[in-house]
C-alpha cells in the first residue's frame, strides 16, 4: 500500500524566494502534521491538521510560513521569502483517527530544502 | 505543558549486551507515549506505544518501553542489541499535536 508521500524530495532555492512543499498523506488517514528537523536535531512541530476542524499552528515560526489542507487530503506547506536559516528537512506525517494504529505517525521521506 | 526529556545524546553499548534508552515526561492527564527511530538515510518509523493497559508494551524489531507512572518515565528497552539497531531513537508524548524529544543516538558496537 502507498505511504506518505512528499515532493520535492530536494530543493534548492535562493534566499527571498518562495517555495511550496507538498505532502500527500496515506488514503483515510484524518491527521496530518508537519515537521522541521534540521540537521541531526530533533523534530520541531510546525502545524497540526485534524478533519475539518481549524488547524493547530501553534508551531509555526514565522508569518512567512503557512500550510494549507485541500479536501482533507494533500498538504502543501508555503515558505515565503526564504532565509538560509530554513534550511532543514521538512516531514510530513499523518495519522488513522481509529483501529490497532490509532495515533502512531507515519512519516513520509521529507524534503530536504536548502536555502543558498 | 506537555514536555519530553531524553537526557542522553547518544548511548554505546556492545553488540549482544541490554540497552536502554531513557525517556521522562511531563503531561497532564493520561499519557500517550510513542518510540519512533530514524535510522540513517531512512524516515522516522513508529516502533511502539503505550495508550492504556500492561505497563510493558512490546514493539517492532524485538523493542520494549516500560511505562512507569510513578517515575513519569518510559525507557526503551532490548534485551540483545544488533550492530543494525544503530540509529536515532525519539520518544513523544502526544496531546492532541506530539511533542518530541530531542533525540538519542544509539551505537551498538560489534
Known amino acids: 500500500g502507498a505511504g506518505v508521500s512528499q515532493s520535492p524530495s530536494n530543493k534548492v532555492t535562493e534566499k527571498g524566494k518562495d517555495v511550496e512543499l507538498r505532502c500527500d498523506p496515506i488514503s483515510g488517514h484524518t491527521a496530518l502534521y508537519w515537521y522541521r528537523q534540521s540537521l541531526g536535531q530533533g523534530l520541531e512541530f510546525l502545524i497540526y491538521?485534524?478533519?475539518?476542524?481549524?488547524?493547530?499552528k501553534s508551531g509555526l515560526p514565522s508569518d512567512r510560513f503557512s500550510a494549507e489542507r485541500t479536501g482533507g487530503s494533500v498538504s502543501t506547506l508555503t515558505i515565503q521569502r526564504t532565509q538560509q536559516e530554513d534550511s532543514a528537512v521538512y516531514l510530513c506525517?499523518?495519522?488513522?483517527?481509529?483501529?490497532?494504529?490509532?495515533?502512531?505517525?507515519?512519516f513520509g521521506p521529507g524534503t530536504r530544502l536548502t536555502v543558498t | 505543558a506537555q514536555s519530553v526529556a531524553q537526557p542522553e545524546d547518544q548511548v554505546n553499548v556492545a553488540e549482544g549486551n541490554p540497552l536502554t534508552v531513557k525517556c521522562t515526561y511531563s503531561v497532564s492527564g493520561n499519557p500517550y507515549l510513542f518510540w519512533y527511530v530514524q535510522y540513517p538515510n531512512r524516515g522516522l518509523q513508529f516502533l511502539l506505544k503505550y495508550i492504556t493497559g500492561d505497563n510493558l508494551v512490546k514493539g517492532s524489531y524485538g523493542f520494549e518501553a516500560e511505562f512507569n507512572k510513578s517515575q513519569t518515565s518510559f525507557h526503551l528497552k532490548k534485551p540483545s542489541a544488533l550492530v543494525s539497531d544503530s540509529a536515532l531513537y525519539f520518544c513523544a508524548v502526544r496531546d492532541m499535536k506530539y511533542i518530541f524529544g530531542t533525540g538519542t543516538r544509539l551505537k551498538v558496537l560489534a
Open positions: 506525517a499523518s495519522s488513522s483517527p481509529g483501529g490497532t494504529a490509532l495515533y502512531e505517525q507515519y
Open positions: 491538521f485534524q478533519g475539518n476542524s481549524a488547524p493547530d
